[in-house]
Protein backbone atom coordinates (compact mmCIF):
# COMPACT_ATOMS: atom_id res chain seq x y z
CA UNK A 1 0.00 0.00 0.00
CA UNK A 2 1.25 3.43 -0.98
CA UNK A 3 0.54 6.96 -0.85
CA UNK A 4 -2.08 7.17 -3.29
CA UNK A 5 -4.52 4.85 -0.79
CA UNK A 6 -4.89 7.65 1.58
CA UNK A 7 -6.66 11.17 0.95
CA UNK A 8 -5.05 14.21 0.17
CA UNK A 9 -4.52 15.49 4.01
CA UNK A 10 -4.90 13.13 7.04
CA UNK A 11 -5.15 14.37 10.41
CA UNK A 12 -2.31 12.88 13.16
CA UNK A 13 -2.66 13.34 16.86
CA UNK A 14 0.28 13.58 18.06
CA UNK A 15 1.54 12.45 21.62
CA UNK A 16 4.57 14.00 22.53
CA UNK A 17 4.60 14.00 26.38
CA UNK A 18 2.30 10.59 25.94
CA UNK A 19 -0.56 10.03 28.31
CA UNK A 20 1.46 11.92 31.29
CA UNK A 21 -0.41 15.12 32.80
CA UNK A 22 0.19 17.39 35.32
CA UNK A 23 -3.73 16.97 35.89
CA UNK A 24 -5.36 13.92 37.41
CA UNK A 25 -8.90 14.44 35.64
CA UNK A 26 -11.27 11.52 36.93
CA UNK A 27 -12.54 10.75 33.57
CA UNK A 28 -9.54 10.76 31.55
CA UNK A 29 -9.33 7.60 29.14
CA UNK A 30 -5.58 8.47 27.27
CA UNK A 31 -4.12 8.11 31.70
CA UNK A 32 -4.35 4.69 31.55
CA UNK A 33 -2.36 4.29 28.74
CA UNK A 34 1.10 4.38 30.37
CA UNK A 35 0.96 0.88 30.97
CA UNK A 36 1.49 0.21 27.50
CA UNK A 37 5.03 2.12 28.08
CA UNK A 38 6.02 0.96 31.48
CA UNK A 39 9.36 2.89 32.45
CA UNK A 40 9.09 5.26 29.98
CA UNK A 41 9.62 8.87 30.52
CA UNK A 42 6.63 10.09 28.14
CA UNK A 43 8.68 11.85 26.19
CA UNK A 44 9.49 12.12 22.19
CA UNK A 45 12.98 12.70 21.74
CA UNK A 46 14.23 14.99 18.58
CA UNK A 47 14.87 11.88 16.16
CA UNK A 48 11.16 10.78 16.02
CA UNK A 49 9.79 14.41 15.94
CA UNK A 50 11.86 14.62 12.91
CA UNK A 51 10.77 11.71 11.41
CA UNK A 52 7.23 13.14 12.24
CA UNK A 53 7.70 16.30 10.58
CA UNK A 54 9.50 14.88 7.71
CA UNK A 55 7.10 12.46 6.96
CA UNK A 56 3.64 14.07 7.55
CA UNK A 57 5.10 16.63 5.19
CA UNK A 58 5.76 14.21 3.02
CA UNK A 59 2.41 12.00 2.52
CA UNK A 60 0.14 15.71 2.08
CA UNK A 61 -0.72 16.17 -1.49
CA UNK A 62 -2.52 19.59 -0.10
CA UNK A 63 -1.33 22.69 0.44
CA UNK A 64 -2.06 23.29 4.27
CA UNK A 65 -0.53 20.95 6.94
CA UNK A 66 -2.06 20.03 9.92
CA UNK A 67 0.12 19.25 12.76
CA UNK A 68 -1.79 18.44 16.44
CA UNK A 69 -0.09 18.24 19.47
CA UNK A 70 -2.25 16.47 22.33
CA UNK A 71 -1.77 14.72 25.07
CA UNK A 72 -1.87 13.89 28.34
CA UNK A 73 -1.15 17.37 28.35
CA UNK A 74 1.57 18.54 25.58
CA UNK A 75 2.75 21.29 27.92
CA UNK A 76 4.93 19.84 29.46
CA UNK A 77 6.98 19.34 26.66
CA UNK A 78 8.41 23.05 27.04
CA UNK A 79 8.64 25.53 24.60
CA UNK A 80 11.84 24.76 23.19
CA UNK A 81 10.35 21.18 21.63
CA UNK A 82 7.57 23.65 19.93
CA UNK A 83 10.10 25.94 18.59
CA UNK A 84 12.09 22.76 17.02
CA UNK A 85 8.96 21.66 16.09
CA UNK A 86 8.44 24.55 13.60
CA UNK A 87 12.12 24.79 12.72
CA UNK A 88 11.42 21.27 11.15
CA UNK A 89 8.29 22.57 9.60
CA UNK A 90 10.14 25.20 7.64
CA UNK A 91 13.02 22.85 6.48
CA UNK A 92 11.05 20.54 5.26
CA UNK A 93 8.39 23.04 3.65
CA UNK A 94 7.34 22.71 -0.15
CA UNK A 95 6.94 25.53 -1.93
CA UNK A 96 3.33 27.20 -1.67
CA UNK A 97 2.67 24.68 1.88
CA UNK A 98 1.00 26.31 4.65
CA UNK A 99 1.23 24.96 8.44
CA UNK A 100 -1.91 25.01 10.96
CA UNK A 101 -0.39 23.93 14.22
CA UNK A 102 -2.79 23.13 16.70
CA UNK A 103 -2.64 21.94 20.75
CA UNK A 104 -5.11 20.70 23.20
CA UNK A 105 -4.16 22.10 26.64
CA UNK A 106 -5.67 21.96 30.21
CA UNK A 107 -4.23 25.65 30.42
CA UNK A 108 -3.07 25.64 33.50
CA UNK A 109 0.30 25.59 32.85
CA UNK A 110 0.29 28.99 30.19
CA UNK A 111 2.32 31.84 31.26
CA UNK A 112 2.97 35.11 28.98
CA UNK A 113 6.27 33.31 27.69
CA UNK A 114 3.77 30.21 25.88
CA UNK A 115 1.01 32.68 24.94
CA UNK A 116 3.77 35.18 23.09
CA UNK A 117 4.81 32.04 21.67
CA UNK A 118 1.48 30.49 20.53
CA UNK A 119 0.49 33.61 19.47
CA UNK A 120 3.34 34.16 17.35
CA UNK A 121 3.20 31.15 15.26
CA UNK A 122 -0.64 31.09 14.94
CA UNK A 123 -1.59 27.76 17.18
CA UNK A 124 -4.86 27.32 17.59
CA UNK A 125 -5.21 26.26 21.25
CA UNK A 126 -7.81 24.08 22.48
CA UNK A 127 -8.75 24.64 25.94
CA UNK A 128 -10.32 21.82 28.24
CA UNK A 129 -13.46 23.62 30.62
CA UNK A 130 -16.18 21.52 31.62
CA UNK A 131 -18.13 24.79 32.93
CA UNK A 132 -19.12 27.17 35.98
CA UNK A 133 -16.41 26.66 38.89
CA UNK A 134 -18.24 23.78 40.75
CA UNK A 135 -19.18 21.93 38.23
CA UNK A 136 -15.70 22.31 36.26
CA UNK A 137 -14.30 20.99 39.56
CA UNK A 138 -16.35 17.78 40.30
CA UNK A 139 -14.02 15.87 38.01
CA UNK A 140 -10.97 17.63 36.67
CA UNK A 141 -8.46 18.10 39.72
CA UNK A 142 -4.76 17.96 40.03
CA UNK A 143 -2.81 15.46 41.25
CA UNK A 144 -3.09 16.09 45.04
CA UNK A 145 -7.04 16.69 44.37
CA UNK A 146 -7.08 20.43 44.43
CA UNK A 147 -9.37 21.88 42.11
CA UNK A 148 -8.39 23.40 38.69
CA UNK A 149 -10.86 26.24 37.30
CA UNK A 150 -8.94 29.09 38.83
CA UNK A 151 -5.91 27.82 37.00
CA UNK A 152 -7.51 26.94 33.66
CA UNK A 153 -9.15 30.22 33.59
CA UNK A 154 -6.17 31.91 34.03
CA UNK A 155 -4.39 30.18 30.92
CA UNK A 156 -7.32 30.99 29.39
CA UNK A 157 -7.38 35.06 30.11
CA UNK A 158 -3.99 34.64 29.10
CA UNK A 159 -4.73 33.52 25.67
CA UNK A 160 -7.56 36.33 25.04
CA UNK A 161 -5.38 39.22 26.43
CA UNK A 162 -2.09 38.03 23.59
CA UNK A 163 -4.60 37.76 20.70
CA UNK A 164 -4.32 33.71 20.22
CA UNK A 165 -7.11 31.81 19.24
CA UNK A 166 -8.80 29.38 20.60
CA UNK A 167 -11.75 27.42 21.60
CA UNK A 168 -13.10 25.42 24.43
CA UNK A 169 -13.85 21.38 24.68
CA UNK A 170 -16.35 20.42 27.44
CA UNK A 171 -16.35 16.89 28.35
CA UNK A 172 -19.90 15.92 28.76
CA UNK A 173 -20.33 13.92 32.10
CA UNK A 174 -23.12 12.99 34.19
CA UNK A 175 -22.46 15.94 36.17
CA UNK A 176 -22.56 18.58 34.18
CA UNK A 177 -24.84 17.33 31.76
CA UNK A 178 -27.69 18.25 33.94
CA UNK A 179 -27.00 22.07 32.99
CA UNK A 180 -26.48 22.60 29.32
CA UNK A 181 -28.60 25.90 29.11
CA UNK A 182 -25.53 27.03 32.61
CA UNK A 183 -23.15 25.45 30.83
CA UNK A 184 -23.57 26.93 27.65
CA UNK A 185 -24.44 30.52 28.97
CA UNK A 186 -21.05 30.43 31.07
CA UNK A 187 -19.00 29.76 27.85
CA UNK A 188 -20.50 32.04 25.86
CA UNK A 189 -21.59 34.90 28.15
CA UNK A 190 -18.26 34.72 31.03
CA UNK A 191 -15.67 33.01 28.94
CA UNK A 192 -16.52 34.54 25.29
CA UNK A 193 -15.74 31.25 23.52
CA UNK A 194 -16.19 31.87 20.02
CA UNK A 195 -16.23 27.69 18.85
CA UNK A 196 -17.42 25.04 21.35
CA UNK A 197 -16.86 21.27 21.13
CA UNK A 198 -18.74 19.00 22.95
CA UNK A 199 -17.79 15.11 23.69
CA UNK A 200 -19.47 12.76 25.82
CA UNK A 201 -17.92 11.62 28.56
CA UNK A 202 -17.82 7.44 28.37
CA UNK A 203 -15.94 5.13 30.47
CA UNK A 204 -16.04 1.26 29.62
CA UNK A 205 -16.18 -0.92 32.63
CA UNK A 206 -15.44 -4.65 32.53
CA UNK A 207 -16.16 -6.23 36.02
CA UNK A 208 -17.00 -3.31 37.62
CA UNK A 209 -13.07 -2.05 36.85
CA UNK A 210 -12.83 1.10 34.38
CA UNK A 211 -11.46 -0.72 30.85
CA UNK A 212 -7.95 0.48 29.78
CA UNK A 213 -8.67 -0.39 26.38
CA UNK A 214 -12.41 -0.95 24.76
CA UNK A 215 -13.39 -3.43 26.66
CA UNK A 216 -16.78 -3.81 28.64
CA UNK A 217 -20.52 -3.49 28.10
CA UNK A 218 -21.63 -1.53 30.99
CA UNK A 219 -20.43 2.28 31.79
CA UNK A 220 -18.81 3.94 34.80
CA UNK A 221 -21.24 6.68 37.50
CA UNK A 222 -19.29 9.46 35.52
CA UNK A 223 -20.55 8.53 32.09
CA UNK A 224 -23.03 10.63 30.28
CA UNK A 225 -26.45 8.79 30.29
CA UNK A 226 -27.65 8.28 26.16
CA UNK A 227 -30.75 9.93 27.09
CA UNK A 228 -29.12 12.71 29.30
CA UNK A 229 -26.65 13.16 26.49
CA UNK A 230 -29.55 14.02 23.91
CA UNK A 231 -30.90 16.34 26.10
CA UNK A 232 -28.03 17.91 27.00
CA UNK A 233 -27.55 18.70 23.04
CA UNK A 234 -31.15 19.57 22.53
CA UNK A 235 -31.38 21.86 25.49
CA UNK A 236 -27.93 23.52 23.95
CA UNK A 237 -29.62 23.85 20.69
CA UNK A 238 -32.52 25.65 21.16
CA UNK A 239 -30.55 28.41 23.14
CA UNK A 240 -28.02 28.72 19.81
CA UNK A 241 -30.66 28.35 17.18
CA UNK A 242 -32.45 31.33 18.12
CA UNK A 243 -29.48 33.55 19.63
CA UNK A 244 -26.68 32.74 18.41
CA UNK A 245 -26.16 31.26 14.81
CA UNK A 246 -23.20 33.18 13.27
CA UNK A 247 -21.71 34.16 16.28
CA UNK A 248 -20.99 30.80 18.24
CA UNK A 249 -19.67 27.64 16.80
CA UNK A 250 -20.38 24.40 18.11
CA UNK A 251 -18.99 21.65 16.28
CA UNK A 252 -21.42 19.16 16.46
CA UNK A 253 -24.49 21.88 15.43
CA UNK A 254 -21.85 22.81 12.47
CA UNK A 255 -21.33 19.16 11.84
CA UNK A 256 -25.47 18.66 11.84
CA UNK A 257 -25.64 21.65 8.99
CA UNK A 258 -23.05 19.88 6.28
CA UNK A 259 -24.88 16.37 6.11
CA UNK A 260 -28.18 18.17 6.02
CA UNK A 261 -27.20 20.29 3.24
CA UNK A 262 -26.13 16.81 1.66
CA UNK A 263 -23.73 13.79 1.55
CA UNK A 264 -19.95 15.05 2.00
CA UNK A 265 -17.88 15.27 4.82
CA UNK A 266 -19.51 16.61 7.99
CA UNK A 267 -15.96 17.67 9.27
CA UNK A 268 -16.34 15.80 12.57
CA UNK A 269 -15.35 11.90 11.49
CA UNK A 270 -17.65 10.21 14.15
CA UNK A 271 -20.29 11.48 11.90
CA UNK A 272 -18.56 10.27 8.40
CA UNK A 273 -19.80 7.15 6.77
CA UNK A 274 -15.98 5.75 7.15
CA UNK A 275 -13.10 6.64 9.20
CA UNK A 276 -9.43 5.85 9.72
CA UNK A 277 -8.40 9.15 8.74
CA UNK A 278 -7.54 10.51 12.87
CA UNK A 279 -4.49 8.55 13.75
CA UNK A 280 -2.55 8.89 16.60
CA UNK A 281 1.03 8.85 17.01
CA UNK A 282 2.58 8.04 20.35
CA UNK A 283 5.80 9.74 22.06
CA UNK A 284 8.02 7.16 20.56
CA UNK A 285 6.66 6.82 17.21
CA UNK A 286 4.12 4.45 17.53
CA UNK A 287 1.03 5.37 15.00
CA UNK A 288 -2.29 3.85 16.56
CA UNK A 289 -5.85 3.65 14.10
CA UNK A 290 -7.01 6.31 16.37
CA UNK A 291 -6.86 8.73 19.45
CA UNK A 292 -9.19 6.27 21.13
CA UNK A 293 -8.19 2.88 20.13
CA UNK A 294 -4.11 3.41 21.00
CA UNK A 295 -4.19 -0.54 22.38
CA UNK A 296 -2.03 -3.68 21.28
CA UNK A 297 -4.63 -4.27 18.35
CA UNK A 298 -4.85 -1.42 16.82
CA UNK A 299 -1.30 -0.48 16.76
CA UNK A 300 -0.27 0.05 12.90
CA UNK A 301 3.88 0.31 13.40
CA UNK A 302 6.50 2.71 14.37
CA UNK A 303 7.37 5.71 12.21
CA UNK A 304 11.04 4.99 12.88
CA UNK A 305 10.93 1.24 11.17
CA UNK A 306 8.04 2.35 8.37
CA UNK A 307 7.03 5.60 6.52
CA UNK A 308 3.81 6.95 8.02
CA UNK A 309 2.20 7.07 4.33
CA UNK A 310 2.75 2.67 4.41
CA UNK A 311 1.11 2.88 7.48
CA UNK A 312 -1.56 5.06 7.10
CA UNK A 313 -2.58 3.46 3.98
CA UNK A 314 -2.62 0.05 4.95
CA UNK A 315 -4.99 -2.83 4.41
CA UNK A 316 -5.12 -2.84 8.22
CA UNK A 317 -5.96 0.71 8.92
CA UNK A 318 -8.15 0.84 5.28
CA UNK A 319 -10.23 -2.39 6.95
CA UNK A 320 -10.47 -0.22 10.23
CA UNK A 321 -11.97 2.73 8.77
CA UNK A 322 -14.28 0.28 6.83
CA UNK A 323 -15.56 -1.51 9.39
CA UNK A 324 -17.05 1.58 10.66
CA UNK A 325 -19.52 1.22 7.99
CA UNK A 326 -19.36 -2.66 7.38
CA UNK A 327 -20.40 -3.59 11.12
CA UNK A 328 -23.32 -1.26 10.94
CA UNK A 329 -26.38 -3.48 12.36
CA UNK A 330 -29.74 -3.85 10.55
CA UNK A 331 -31.13 -1.11 13.24
CA UNK A 332 -28.83 1.49 12.08
CA UNK A 333 -29.31 1.05 8.22
CA UNK A 334 -33.23 1.39 8.36
CA UNK A 335 -33.00 4.24 10.76
CA UNK A 336 -34.54 7.65 9.61
CA UNK A 337 -31.10 10.09 10.65
CA UNK A 338 -28.36 7.47 9.54
CA UNK A 339 -27.44 10.28 7.25
CA UNK A 340 -26.81 12.59 10.53
CA UNK A 341 -25.05 9.77 12.31
CA UNK A 342 -24.06 7.34 10.56
CA UNK A 343 -23.42 4.79 13.62
CA UNK A 344 -20.92 7.86 15.28
CA UNK A 345 -18.00 6.36 16.64
CA UNK A 346 -17.13 3.14 16.61
CA UNK A 347 -15.59 3.19 20.35
CA UNK A 348 -19.34 3.59 21.71
CA UNK A 349 -20.59 0.75 19.15
CA UNK A 350 -20.40 -1.96 21.96
CA UNK A 351 -24.31 -2.16 22.74
CA UNK A 352 -26.49 -4.92 20.75
CA UNK A 353 -29.54 -3.65 18.99
CA UNK A 354 -33.11 -4.33 19.74
CA UNK A 355 -32.86 -7.33 17.32
CA UNK A 356 -30.26 -8.15 19.31
CA UNK A 357 -27.69 -7.32 17.18
CA UNK A 358 -24.43 -6.37 17.75
CA UNK A 359 -22.50 -2.73 17.01
CA UNK A 360 -25.70 -0.42 18.50
CA UNK A 361 -24.02 2.95 19.58
CA UNK A 362 -24.31 3.17 23.59
CA UNK A 363 -25.69 6.90 23.01
CA UNK A 364 -27.99 6.02 20.20
CA UNK A 365 -31.46 7.10 21.82
CA UNK A 366 -30.26 10.41 22.97
CA UNK A 367 -28.26 10.72 19.29
CA UNK A 368 -31.77 9.86 17.55
CA UNK A 369 -34.21 12.11 19.89
CA UNK A 370 -31.53 14.83 18.93
CA UNK A 371 -31.12 14.52 15.20
CA UNK A 372 -35.32 14.44 15.17
CA UNK A 373 -35.59 17.39 17.40
CA UNK A 374 -33.32 19.48 15.08
CA UNK A 375 -34.27 18.40 11.57
CA UNK A 376 -36.95 21.20 10.81
CA UNK A 377 -34.46 24.11 11.98
CA UNK A 378 -31.89 21.95 9.97
CA UNK A 379 -33.85 21.98 6.75
CA UNK A 380 -34.34 25.85 6.88
CA UNK A 381 -31.06 26.57 7.72
CA UNK A 382 -30.03 23.81 4.61
CA UNK A 383 -32.35 25.78 2.61
CA UNK A 384 -31.20 28.82 3.53
CA UNK A 385 -27.78 28.65 2.58
CA UNK A 386 -28.08 27.39 -0.84
CA UNK A 387 -29.75 30.39 -1.52
CA UNK A 388 -26.22 31.46 -0.93
CA UNK A 389 -27.62 33.46 2.25
CA UNK A 390 -26.37 34.15 5.73
CA UNK A 391 -27.53 30.91 7.93
CA UNK A 392 -28.26 33.25 10.96
CA UNK A 393 -31.72 34.18 9.12
CA UNK A 394 -32.68 30.99 11.22
CA UNK A 395 -33.19 33.24 14.11
CA UNK A 396 -35.57 35.40 12.52
CA UNK A 397 -37.89 32.53 11.36
CA UNK A 398 -37.37 30.66 14.50
CA UNK A 399 -37.89 33.68 16.61
CA UNK A 400 -41.52 34.34 14.34
CA UNK A 401 -42.45 30.97 14.62
CA UNK A 402 -41.76 31.20 18.05
CA UNK A 403 -44.21 34.33 18.85
CA UNK A 404 -46.93 32.81 16.57
CA UNK A 405 -46.59 29.38 18.80
CA UNK A 406 -47.28 31.47 22.06
CA UNK A 407 -50.65 33.78 20.21
CA UNK A 408 -51.96 30.59 19.10
CA UNK A 409 -52.03 29.49 22.91
CA UNK A 410 -53.74 32.27 23.76
CA UNK A 411 -51.39 32.91 26.81
CA UNK A 412 -49.57 35.58 26.08
CA UNK A 413 -50.21 39.26 27.71
CA UNK A 414 -49.66 42.68 26.62
CA UNK A 415 -46.72 42.90 29.36
CA UNK A 416 -45.40 39.24 29.65
CA UNK A 417 -42.18 39.25 27.95
CA UNK A 418 -41.91 38.61 24.35
CA UNK A 419 -41.62 34.76 23.25
CA UNK A 420 -38.69 35.76 20.54
CA UNK A 421 -36.41 36.13 23.30
CA UNK A 422 -36.00 40.01 22.38
CA UNK A 423 -35.99 41.48 26.71
CA UNK A 424 -38.83 43.12 25.28
CA UNK A 425 -42.62 43.49 26.47
CA UNK A 426 -44.65 41.89 24.01
CA UNK A 427 -46.71 44.58 22.94
CA UNK A 428 -43.62 46.55 22.18
CA UNK A 429 -41.94 43.48 20.12
CA UNK A 430 -43.96 41.69 17.95
CA UNK A 431 -47.16 42.68 19.38
CA UNK A 432 -46.73 46.08 17.65
CA UNK A 433 -49.94 47.53 16.29
CA UNK A 434 -52.82 45.25 16.93
CA UNK A 435 -52.10 42.43 14.27
CA UNK A 436 -52.27 39.70 16.94
CA UNK A 437 -55.02 39.43 19.95
CA UNK A 438 -54.08 39.55 23.04
CA UNK A 439 -55.12 37.22 25.94
Not at 116 to 142: C, M, Q, W
Not at 176 to 200: C, K, T
Not at 367 to 381: L, V
Amino acid sequence: MGQNTIPPRIHILAKPAGSACNLNCAYCFYAKKDRLYPGSRMRMNDEVLEQYISQLIALHRSGTVTVAWQGGEPTLMGIDFYRRAIALQEKYCRPGMTFENTIQTNGTLLDDTWCEFLRANDFLVGISLDGPREIHDTYRKDKKGQPTFDRVMRGLRRLQQHGVEYNVLVTVNRTNAQHPREVYRFLRDFVGAPWIQFIPAIERTSNGVVSPFQQGAQVSARSVEPVQWGQFLIAVFDEWVRHDVGKIFVQTFEAAVRNWLGPGSSGMCVFDPVCGQGLALEHNGDLYACDHFVEPGHLLGNIQQQHMAELAGSKKQIKFGRDKLDTLPAFCLECDVRFACHGECPRNRFLKSPDGEPGCNYLCQGYKAFFQHIDKPMQMIAQVMRRGLPADQIMQIMAQADVEQVVASGKIGRNAPCPCGSGLKFKKCHGRGGSVRYN
